[in-house]
Every structure is written in C-alpha cells, then in structure tokens.
C-alpha cells in the first residue's frame, strides 16, 4: 500500500511523537522512517529529548530546513491484516494463561540443588562444571606463577593459565569462544543459573512445551502451542579498566568485565525478537519464574499472530501473482492478436498486387486480341492458343476466386 509523506507534516509528527511510536502509523520500522526524514531533510529530536520534556523542561525543537531536494515522498508498507476470530482467541487464551501463572497454586518452585535434571540441561551441566574445572586448574597455576621471582617469569611460561586469563577478562565461562552459548556466567552463579534454567524447562514441558537443546543454535528451544520460542540465560557484567605491564614493561589500560550476580533470562521467538527478564536484589530469578512464563504466554501470542501475518502476507502475495499473470496472459493475446491482423494485411495486399497482374494480364490479352482482329486471318488463327494460355496464366494468378471460395 502507497503512502504520500509531505515534509511539513512529517516534521510537525516527528516532534509531537517519538519515532519509535510515529514508525507503526506509516508501517515501517525505527530506522526505516529516520531514513526517510534524511531523504527529506527533516530534523528528528536528539537522544534524551522527550526524556526531558517528560521531566517538564522546555527543550526548543529544531527548525526545519529551507533545502530539501523533494517535498514529499511515496513509502511503500504492508496493509494490516485485519483481526480475526483467531486473534480474539488467542487474547483470551493470552489472558487465561497469566492469570493462571499468577495464581499462588501454581507457583513454581526452583529446587537449587535438583536430582532430577532436563534431557536438555543435563548435557550442558556436564560441560559447565568441566569448564570450571579447567579455569579453576589455570587459576591455582596462576597463583603459582605469580609467586615466581621475575628472572624466573623471564625464563619460563608457566604452566597452562591461559583459561583463567580469559575468563578474568570476559567475566563468564566460555569467554573465548565466538558461537552462540545458552549459557554466559561466573564461576560464582553458574550452578544457581543451571538450577533455575532446569526449572523453568521441567516446567515448561508440564505446561505442553517440547524442550529441547540445539547445537547448532546454541539455545534450548520450546516448541509447541503453535510457536517456537528460544531461551537463554546471562549473567549482566559492568566493563572495569586497569593498568598492566606489557611484555617490554609500560604500563597499558586493559578492559576487563567484572560479574554482578545479577541474571537473566532471554526469550527469542526469531531474528531481533528477543524479550528478556531480568532479577532484581529484591526478587532473586528463582522466585519469579511464573512472571517469566507470563512473558513467554506474550510471546508464544506473538508467534501465532506473526505466522498467521505470513499467511496473509502469502495469500495477498498469490493474488496479486495472479492479478499480474492475468494482465501479462491478456497482453500476450493482445500482442498474438495485433500480430495475426498484421499477417492477415500483409496477405491482403498480396492478393491485391498478384489480382492486379492479373487484371493486367487480361488488359493484355485483349489488346493483343484488338490488335490481331485488323491483321490477317493466319494471326487470327495462331492466337488462339496464345489467348488460351494467356488467359490460364492470369486466371492461375487471380487469388479472387479463391478468396469467394474461402468466405464461403
């Protein structure tokens, strides 16, 4: 669907609204509309400005800009799709599910300690603790070669730290490593972060969830109720900066992440989708993971609806393939029609130049035979068969008897 952006107008909405809500009137995205107030030279308020007008100060806004190379724009943005009985449903499901996760009977209750452990977090459980094993094996030999005399340290190595070095520096277990990680904690949270991410997934298979782990993905996924949802779980760091002696002995700043203990949990449902829940010193994670599954009941809806946008999407995309088939099948019979009549001129006018040779041949036959009558009774007699001949050869290239034969 087309829309017509006039520049003033965009101007005047631009500062009455922030963009982030502006972008869902015309359908498109956060950048998408800042990309077409650049394309027409509008200014857009700076970072912090309606948090300031929020606070009731008086922020002036920029003034619009005499230049501009056009005064309005065509935007292309898919048309809504219309709500259905399925969405109301699904509100209702959606409603239905939180009071249900609200309800103190259904509390669910993170064992810190757990015997039993999810197919899909005992493999990853594993791993962990021999991660741990190895950072807490480079940190002892790092203790140990941190007490060397520096002749020594010259001399030598070490033994195998790298892995404390690492993790010292990122915070987190697995810090080296570029692929994607259900998991990113300390040494000091990771096993209260497993306890409660086997929670929530014990959890989620009762409410009919499939819980699974994928390698390739490096998220636990939940399929079911329609959607497929990818979670995960961080633990929040703050970025520090220190002093250390390069290898020729200046001092050089190094950033390094330190762990807060704070953790938190990531639920994607595709690319950008991401929702994540975050706890707080009040209200550790493991006691608000029913307001968790309140969240993931949203996003599941948000699945439903986006795939049920694609159906529509695909639908209005196969009629309009049609629509354009329809009008390419027409222009193609209209182009084989005007080629037919073409043809059929182009005949026509042959038959009209062979029909007057014809006629012409008869012309001269006839004056041969005027001719021959006011000559001797010996040319009379030879023409005969001249005229015969003559005749059959103009009566061969005649297409008009043809043609009668033809419309009949």
Same mark, same amino acid.
């Given at each position: 669907?087309?829309?017509?952006?006039?520049?003033?107008?965009?101007?005047?909405?631009?500062?009455?609204?922030?963009?982030?809500?502006?972008?869902?009137?015309?359908?498109?995205?956060?950048?998408?509309?800042?990309?077409?107030?650049?394309?027409?030279?509008?200014?857009?308020?700076?970072?912090?400005?309606?948090?300031?007008?929020?606070?009731?100060?008086?922020?002036?806004?920029?003034?619009?800009?005499?230049?501009?190379?056009?005064?309005?724009?065509?935007?292309?943005?898919?048309?809504?799709?219309?709500?259905?009985?399925?969405?109301?449903?699904?509100?209702?499901?959606?409603?239905?599910?939180?009071?249900?996760?609200?309800?103190?009977?259904?509390?669910?209750?993170?064992?810190?300690?757990?015997?039993?452990?999810?197919?899909?977090?005992?493999?990853?459980?594993?791993?962990?603790?021999?991660?741990?094993?190895?950072?807490?094996?480079?940190?002892?030999?790092?203790?140990?070669?941190?007490?060397?005399?520096?002749?020594?340290?010259?001399?030598?190595?070490?033994?195998?730290?790298?892995?404390?070095?690492?993790?010292?520096?990122?915070?987190q277990l697995m810090p080296a490593?570029?692929?994607?990680?259900?998991?990113?904690?300390?040494?000091?949270?990771?096993?209260?972060?497993?306890?409660?991410?086997?929670?929530?997934?014990?959890?989620?298979?009762?409410?009919?969830?499939?819980?699974?782990?994928?390698?390739?993905?490096?998220?636990?996924?939940?399929?079911?109720?329609?959607?497929?949802?990818?979670?995960?779980?961080?633990?929040?760091?703050?970025?520090?900066?220190?002093?250390?002696?390069?290898?020729?002995?200046?001092?050089?700043?190094?950033?390094?992440?330190?762990?807060?203990?704070?953790?938190?949990?990531?639920?994607?449902?595709?690319?950008?989708?991401?929702?994540?829940?975050?706890?707080?010193?009040?209200?550790?994670?493991?006691?608000?993971?029913?307001?968790?599954?309140?969240?993931?009941?949203?996003?599941?809806?948000?699945? =439903?609806?986006?795939?049920?946008? !694609?159906?529509?999407?695909? &639908? *209005? %995309?196969?009629? $309009?393939?049609?629509?354009? +088939?329809? #009008?390419?099948?027409?222009?193609?019979?209209?182009?084989?029609?005007?080629?037919?009549?073409?043809?059929? =001129?182009?005949?026509?006018?042959? !038959?009209?130049?062979?029909? &007057? *040779? %014809?006629?012409? $041949?008869?012309?001269?036959? +006839?004056? #041969?035979?005027?001719?021959?009558?006011?000559?001797?009774?010996?040319?009379?007699?030879?023409?005969?068969?001249?005229?015969?001949?003559?005749?059959?050869?103009?009566?061969?290239m005649d297409p008009v008897g043809?043609?009668?034969?033809?419309?009949?």
């Open positions: 669907m087309w829309q017509t952006i006039k520049r003033e107008e965009l101007y005047e909405e631009a500062w009455s609204v922030p963009l982030s809500q502006l972008c869902e009137k015309y359908g498109l995205s956060d950048n998408g509309l800042r990309k077409v107030c650049k394309r027409l030279n509008v200014p857009v308020p700076a970072r912090g400005y309606w948090a300031k007008v929020e606070a009731g100060h008086r922020v002036k806004p920029t003034a619009l800009p005499k230049e501009a190379k056009q005064q309005a724009t065509q935007i292309w943005s898919e048309p809504k799709r219309e709500k259905t009985a399925a969405d109301e449903a699904d509100a209702a499901r959606l409603k239905e599910r939180v009071a249900y996760e609200a309800d103190p009977a259904h509390a669910i209750e993170i064992v810190m300690k757990p015997r039993r452990w999810h197919a899909a977090i005992a493999p990853l459980k594993q791993h962990l603790e021999e991660e741990a094993k190895k950072i807490e094996a480079a940190r002892k030999a790092n203790e140990q070669y941190e007490k060397w005399p520096e002749w020594r340290k010259q001399r030598s190595s070490g033994p195998d730290r790298m892995a404390w070095l690492w993790y010292e520096r990122a915070g490593t570029h692929h994607a990680s259900v998991v990113r904690l300390s040494l000091a949270q990771f096993r209260r972060g497993l306890a409660v991410l086997n929670g929530v997934t014990l959890a989620a298979t009762k409410r009919g969830f499939a819980v699974t782990y994928s390698e390739a993905k490096g998220r636990i996924v939940l399929e079911g109720h329609g959607a497929e949802i990818e979670l995960r779980m961080s633990e929040k760091t703050e970025q520090r900066t220190r002093k250390v002696k390069r290898f020729d002995g200046k001092l050089e700043d190094e950033r390094y992440r330190v762990p807060t203990g704070r953790l938190r949990l990531y639920a994607e449902r595709g690319y950008g989708k991401v929702w994540s829940f975050e706890e707080s010193t009040e209200e550790p994670l493991e006691t608000k993971v029913n307001a968790f599954f309140a969240g993931v009941w949203k996003q599941v809806v948000l699945c =439903r609806q986006k795939r049920r946008d !694609e159906e529509e999407r695909a &639908r *209005r %995309a196969a009629v $309009l393939a049609a629509e354009r +088939a329809e #009008v390419e099948r027409q222009a193609c019979e209209e182009e084989a029609r005007q080629a037919a009549e073409r043809q059929r =001129r182009v005949a026509l006018i042959k !038959e009209a130049k062979a029909w &007057r *040779r %014809a006629s012409l $041949l008869r012309e001269y036959v +006839a004056a #041969v035979q005027a001719e021959a009558a006011l000559s001797s009774e010996k040319a009379e007699a030879g023409l005969s068969e001249w005229t015969t001949w003559a005749l059959g050869v103009a009566g061969e043809r043609r009668v034969e033809g419309l009949l």
